[in-house]
């Protein structure tokens, strides 16, 4: 395949280089099929990738201080914490004129909000000083002034905390998220009674995994009949699989608190069975078990449908020349129609894991206290406490989970082995 | 609810369509009970008499915060007026999110002359809050349960007492409440009890007593839930909004009654978002003024067993409009209900707020 | 390998119904003697494949026996028959090489590692692919696809084979050499091969016998020439080789021959197979290439009739005619030098043996 022939280069009929013309050729070809895809690249990229990269910068963006106190955060950077002295009159001076600016753009109780979230009472701390500063003489001296109006400002601790964060860009929420922090002496774990987000990763793991196996284990059998059976029937009962899709997800979660709680209707059956007594009534929900009962019936078809769809295009006639040639029915599973539909268990597989370990208003609903995820957690950061520099962290960290899992499945089973039908 | 929201919203279109006469309002609430008694009480009758205001409600306060905070960011704000709970009025005024009022100036005065801030006293918790009802968070139990032979919880320290009253308790998933009750019940006095948790011992100490229960403890996310698990024989006993219980003892008459000992009060208000133009601005502030004066605050109270926040309302509280009862002795301010009550301490959950629940969370996850 | 001896297939009085209502297969009795090559020859519907799909023990018979080596198999479920199965697409697994599925039926005999090794290069020259055992399935062409497919069929030493239409995805040049590969290597092995098609020319090609499969019954059961030369009833004159139809009615019988009055009245002489009395509605079926145009008075049916039209195909001619009213009577020519010049619109004599020509069932 090669453009000369003798050393002659071709050309076109008037003359041209072949291989600029077939250049021009293609190059308008691409740039027709670039275009018929632009809306749907524009639309990846607004609505997916664009949330993804502004995440990623939440979860270290720290500007609040540096725009809030500008004069304050230059003045400090020349203090030393270690000295276990407040700082000077300079930067307390600073301290003044930037609150002045603050409190007139109503900007400082935001800060303290931020601050906050690294040190208890720094909220209430600008919400006072603000509420102090027009009474404040403005000629000075500052620093008795600010430490009249809150004892805290002659606190070394809550200046370590404003220089520590001076910064535009933070680790800090990262440290919190790995249930860390800055100390004295560098990086160290937050004291046991304060870590929760490494504790809820690894449930959110298990769990995740165990919904994942789960799904497996009833939907294996349910996409293998459906499979096996007649085109007509087999499409009657995959509405069968499709009806939860039909109803709200609160509702089937709802009916699940009806089937499990004590006073349910399975605990009830069994009691009326005196299968157990009124006394040893089980429970099966807000706990772990409620939590993978229901998720697994909520994401039940998203392992169902890839498997089938997998399964259907395993031809029977497989299993019959497996057993032709000797092999009894479980060995011409086992050899021959398994290894078939791996690709239909990875695409089901990764679905549900993927979507069970984003998932927080079933684990919120039946989940109890050992049941919930850290997306539980995200959630309560981004519309209660507000810490959407934390929750992104901690999506972040999840996207990383993700990722690495992704790179683990491609090693032992291998990412082309993925199949939705 | 939501039908009528959408038919609203779908005349409210095609009104903005062809005239311009006609202003939609976007209130955010509840929904729900609550919800309703806002439009029976305040928004029915004033569209009534401004025929040229229609009301759109979105059902969106739970999640009101974070939303107001992307509206802002997007440089979008939808809203003219959300309700939302004190905490979190105080929480979207330190973000700047909701607009700081004058009392006095944006409210009706009471009928006889009292200036609003006077009315509403110290319920004003924040600049930009308006104060509607006073709720309390609160605790129901079951009357029929045989294992209590007979006795009946009638204090606080009874939801810790699992010997008397052994079953299952309900409380909400966050630290809020139930460390105050934790520490009232191991003997720190009132006024003592935020000294005390602002600490590592107390709040060390709190937790010790919540362990004491904790195995027998549904935690509730969502107020519909203790009046489920109490209807279910789930729990025996649990704590919620008033409101709710009343509902569910009056309403469903299920055998549960009130235990109004060391009740949290807690206030709902609207907020205003910052950033409205001019126009909208001057519409929604004839409505607030409208909605919050004494004859409606005390309209509500026809729906829901909520407190009004004005002092002015109080004795002109009637009979619920359909169950025909008097409404006073449900409130959660009745003289009778209010003997032993507990103030919720904005400021300084604000600032403790994020450190205690974090290790609230590591405490339930343990 | 050579050694083998085949496997004898018995069925008695069998019958299948999938649906309670109709039989798909109606009272099938066969003996197929150790070492055949018998085909089941006949259209899709026939009920030829559901017969071999019961010998393999993937269908349960409704009714009746099946014996092997004189064993009845019924309940002896498909994996110990002990039968190698040949599949429509082959079958050949796709997650494993070429190798591990021509040892995948020795792994599950528990053969030994070097035995099987021994046994799949064996196999593998048989259908010349040695040097394919490390290759995927996907990764060969349909024909050595094919041959793995044989291959996989025998390695495991079976006294018989199943073949389900196994030629059919090939090309018509592969399948021909396909028909001969498969052909040597019955007779090499000596196994026993029953073959399934609805290909006339792949049953007339490879096998000792034919049965013709039509609605549930086998039509005729016989060598691949006996076939051809003596139909037993028009479906097997109309289903094997080309065949032309005339329709009359029996007016005499004499010994083997009788006479058939055709509906224009035209008087024929015919073999007397499948008719019984004078009176009798019949199907005369008469081969096109048994026609003759250089006619002499020796013989026994003599004809005048119209060409309507000449198809050159080389070897020979088509001459389409109108016969006794029939204008889709064939005449096959063989393309001699000194031919007789034909014409389209001539009117011209032709005649036959009446042996040639055979009185069979009536068609409607």
Request: aromatic share 8%; net charge negative; hydrophobic share 40%.
């Amino acid at each position: 395949m090669s453009d000369t022939t003798d050393g002659q280069v071709l050309t076109t009929q008037d003359g041209k280089p072949l291989k600029a013309a077939l250049r021009r050729a293609l190059r308008r070809e691409k740039l027709r099929a670039f275009l018929l895809i632009a809306p749907l690249l524009i639309f990846v990229l607004v609505t997916f990738v664009a949330p993804i990269v502004d995440m990623l910068f939440r979860s270290v963006e720290n500007g609040i201080v540096a725009d809030t106190l500008p004069n304050t955060v230059i003045e400090l950077s020349k203090w030393d914490p270690a000295s276990g002295e407040v700082p000077d009159e300079v930067v307390f001076a600073a301290l003044y004129n930037d609150m002045v600016v603050a409190v007139d753009q109503k900007t400082h109780t935001r800060l303290g909000s931020r601050l906050n979230y690294e040190q208890s009472g720094i909220s209430s701390l600008f919400r006072k000083t603000g509420r102090r500063i027009k009474r404040m003489d403005e000629d000075g001296p500052f620093k008795d002034q600010f430490i009249g109006a809150d004892k805290k400002w002659g606190d070394v601790a809550t200046w370590q905390v404003l220089q520590q964060f001076s910064p535009r860009y933070t680790d800090g929420y990262f440290l919190n998220a790995f249930d860390a922090k800055r100390g004295p002496d560098g990086i160290e774990m937050k004291p046991d009674d304060q870590q929760i987000y490494m504790f809820l990763f690894g449930r959110t793991l298990f769990l995740s995994i165990v919904i994942t196996l789960s799904c497996l284990l009833l939907g294996y059998p349910i996409a293998f009949l459906l499979a096996a059976l007649p085109l007509r029937t087999s499409n009657l009962l995959m509405i069968l699989v499709l009806l939860p899709f039909w109803t709200s997800l609160l509702v089937r979660t709802s009916a699940w608190k009806v089937l499990l709680q004590q006073q349910g209707v399975i605990n009830d059956f069994l009691v009326w069975t005196r299968l157990i007594d009124d006394a040893g009534r089980l429970v099966m929900i807000n706990n772990q078990t409620g939590t993978i009962i229901a998720m697994t019936h909520i994401l039940l078809p998203f392992m169902i449908l890839p498997l089938y769809s997998v399964m259907k295009t395993i031809s029977p006639s497989y299993v019959r020349a497996a057993k032709s040639l000797g092999a009894n029915d479980w060995t011409a599973f086992w050899r021959v129609y398994f290894p078939q539909s791996v690709p239909g268990i990875g695409a089901g597989a990764v679905l549900v894991f993927i979507l069970s370990i984003g998932y927080y208003i079933t684990p919120e609903l039946v989940g109890g206290t050992s049941g919930i995820f850290i997306s539980n957690r995200i959630a309560y950061h981004i519309s209660s406490s507000l810490n959407w520099g934390l929750a992104a962290s901690l999506g972040t960290l999840l996207l990383v989970a993700v990722l690495v899992l992704f790179v683990v499945y491609d090693k032992i089973v291998g990412i082309d082995n993925v199949k939705l039908g | 609810m939501k039908l009528k929201t959408l038919i609203l919203a779908g005349t409210a279109l095609a009104f903005t369509g062809s005239s311009a006469l006609a202003t939609d309002l976007t209130l955010v609430s509840w929904g729900g009970a609550y919800q309703s008694s806002q439009k029976n009480a305040y928004t029915d009758p004033y569209t009534a008499e401004n025929p040229g205001i229609t009301v759109i409600w979105d059902e969106s306060s739970a999640e009101a915060v974070a939303k107001l905070r992307a509206m802002n960011e997007a440089g979008n704000v939808t809203w003219d007026l959300v309700d939302v709970v004190a905490s979190d009025a105080i929480r979207l005024c330190d973000e700047g999110l909701a607009m700081e009022i004058d009392a006095d100036v944006d409210l009706a005065a009471a009928p006889d002359g009292t200036p609003a801030s006077e009315d509403f006293g110290d319920l004003l918790v924040s600049e930009c809050f308006i104060p509607q009802i006073v709720y309390s968070t609160t605790f129901g139990y079951r009357s029929d349960i045989d294992e209590w032979g007979g006795k009946e919880p009638t204090e606080i320290c009874d939801v810790f007492d699992l010997e008397t009253f052994p079953g299952k308790r309900s409380l909400e998933k966050r630290p809020i409440n139930n460390m105050e009750w934790a520490l009232l019940c191991d003997g720190v006095p009132k006024e003592e009890v935020y000294n005390v948790l602002e600490t590592e011992e107390g709040q060390d100490q709190a937790f010790k007593k919540l362990d004491t229960i904790k195995d027998n403890v549904v935690w509730w996310s969502a107020g519909a839930e203790t009046p489920q698990l109490l209807a279910d024989k789930e729990v025996v006993i649990g704590s919620t909004y008033n409101g709710r219980l009343f509902a569910l003892i009056e309403e469903q008459k299920q055998p549960v009654k009130m235990l109004w000992d060391a009740q949290v009060f807690d206030l709902d208000g609207w907020i205003i978002p910052t950033g409205l133009p001019e126009d909208r601005l001057a519409e929604v502030k004839k409505l607030v003024k409208y909605a919050t004066d004494t004859q409606r605050l005390a309209d509500q109270a026809k729906y829901i067993s909520y407190g009004p926040a004005r002092k002015s309302s109080a004795p002109l509280v009637g009979q619920h409009a359909s169950l025909g009862i008097d409404m006073a002795p449900h409130m959660p301010t009745d003289p009778n209900n209010a003997k032993n009550t507990f103030l919720y301490n904005y400021e300084w959950w604000a600032d403790y707020r994020d450190d205690i629940d974090a290790k609230f969370q590591a405490w339930l996850a343990q | 390998m050579a050694n083998i001896r085949g496997a004898a297939v018995k069925y008695d009085s069998v019958q299948k119904s999938y649906d309670g209502e109709s039989l798909v297969v109606k009272n099938l009795n066969l003996d197929i003697p150790p070492g055949e090559f018998l085909t089941m020859l006949g259209p899709s519907g026939s009920g030829k494949t559901t017969c071999l799909m019961m010998l393999a023990g993937f269908e349960p018979a409704t009714h009746g026996e099946i014996y092997l080596n004189d064993r009845p198999i019924n309940n002896v479920p498909p994996h110990k028959r002990g039968i190698g199965m040949v599949f429509q697409n082959y079958a050949l697994f796709p997650h494993m090489s070429v190798a591990e599925n021509l040892a995948f039926p020795l792994q599950v005999r528990n053969v030994s590692k070097a035995e099987q090794a021994e046994k799949v290069q064996r196999a593998l020259d048989m259908v010349e692919l040695g040097a394919f055992g490390n290759r995927r399935p996907a990764q060969l062409s349909g024909g050595q696809q094919q041959r793995v497919a044989v291959a996989r069929a025998l390695v495991f030493d079976p006294e018989l084979v199943l073949m389900d239409e196994p030629l059919g995805a090939l090309d018509k040049q592969l399948r021909e050499q396909m028909q001969y590969e498969i052909k040597h290597i019955h007779e090499n092995l000596g196994v026993t091969v029953v073959y399934v098609t609805h290909d006339q020319t792949e049953a007339l090609t490879m096998s000792d016998r034919v049965a013709v499969f039509n609605d549930g019954v086998i039509q005729q059961l016989s060598t691949p020439d006996d076939l051809y030369e003596d139909p037993q009833n028009s479906f097997v004159a109309q289903f094997i080789g080309e065949n032309n139809k005339l329709s009359g009615k029996v007016v005499g019988i004499d010994g083997e021959e009788c006479l058939v009055e055709l509906d224009d009245g035209t008087q024929l002489k015919a073999d007397k197979v499948n008719v019984s009395a004078v009176g009798d509605r019949t199907t005369l079926s008469l081969r096109p290439e048994r026609v003759e145009f250089d006619t002499n008075d020796s013989m026994d049916n003599l004809v005048n009739g119209r060409i309507e039209e000449l198809i050159y195909l080389g070897d020979h001619i088509r001459v389409r005619m109108n016969v006794a009213g029939n204008d889709e009577f064939i005449v096959k020519v063989r393309n001699r030098g000194e031919r007789r010049k034909l014409h389209v619109g001539e009117t011209v004599q032709v005649g036959w043996a009446f042996n040639d020509c055979k009185a069979l069932d009536a068609v409607a």
